[in-house]
T-cell receptor
Framework: AQSVTQLDSQVPVFEEAPVELRCNYS??????LFWYVQYPNQGLQLLLK??????LVESINGFEAEFNKSQTSFHLRKPSVHISDTAEYFC??????????FGPGTRLSVLP | DGGITQSPKYLFRKEGQNVTLSCEQN?????MYWYRQDPGQGLRLIYY???????QKGDIAEGYSVSREKKESFPLTVTSAQKNPTAFYLC???????????FGPGTRLTVL
């Protein structure tokens, strides 16, 4: 069975500062990895995903995540955050696109 | 305008009453999912369906029921047997050939 750990439940950071949201997973087989973002009272939106190939994946709004097989991690980073990045971020794993296992989420608060 | 719609956005129910949450998609997706979201616990899978007239229990199916009579629709009934139904409910869908789930905006259910 797969599991996902997000070590930080809340991350406050000042605007224009860098941020890293941590995600570690447990699986005995290869998995797909995802980051989703949720704005207040809304559904989840896909931010980026790793399926295979290059271990560094990027989103269109400046986020990136790096797959590290040896550390079973998929940390999300952004070099300079904006107020509009305030949201909850979920890491998820999936076996070949089948059912997903989500982490508990990290609430990112960007402060002015 | 393609997407996933959930209605209503907010729902109030008296204890002991059954209530049905609607989920409709016009993306021609094969699979549909229901998740429950509680603060600090991420998303937990209630039920999923990969084809019409077939569905499987997820991790927390007790006290819930679903039907899949049409490809576009996957309603969730929260029964009086669900002991703690107050939560945010999210519907998602996916093409079986794809690795990505797409989410609706959610329904917040409050039991009074």
């Amino acid at each position: 069975a797969q599991s996902v750990t997000q070590l930080d439940s809340q991350v406050p950071v000042f605007e224009e500062a860098p941020v890293e949201l941590r995600c570690n997973y447990s699986s005995s087989v290869s998995v797909y990895l995802f980051w989703y973002v949720q704005y207040p009272n809304q559904g989840l939106q896909l931010l980026l995903k790793y399926l295979s190939g290059s271990t560094l994946v990027e989103s269109i709004n400046g986020f990136e995540a790096e797959f590290n097989k040896s550390q079973t991690s998929f940390h999300l980073r952004k070099p300079s955050v904006h107020i509009s990045d305030t949201a909850e971020y979920f890491c998820a794993v999936s076996l070949n696109g089948q059912n997903f296992v989500f982490g508990p989420g990290t609430r990112l608060s960007v402060l002015p | 305008d393609g997407g996933i719609t959930q209605s209503p956005k907010y729902l109030f129910r008296k204890e002991g009453q059954n209530v049905t949450l609607s989920c409709e998609q016009n993306l021609n997706h094969d699979a549909m999912y229901w998740y429950r979201q509680d603060p600090g616990q991420g998303l937990r899978l209630i039920y999923y369906s990969q084809i019409v007239n077939d569905f499987q229990k997820g991790d927390i199916a007790e006290g819930y029921s679903v039907s899949r009579e049409k490809k576009e629709s996957f309603p969730l009934t929260v029964t009086s047997a669900q002991k703690n139904p107050t939560a945010f409910y999210l519907c998602a869908s996916r093409l079986l050939a794809s690795d990505t789930q797409y989410f609706g905006p959610g329904t917040r259910l409050t039991v009074l």
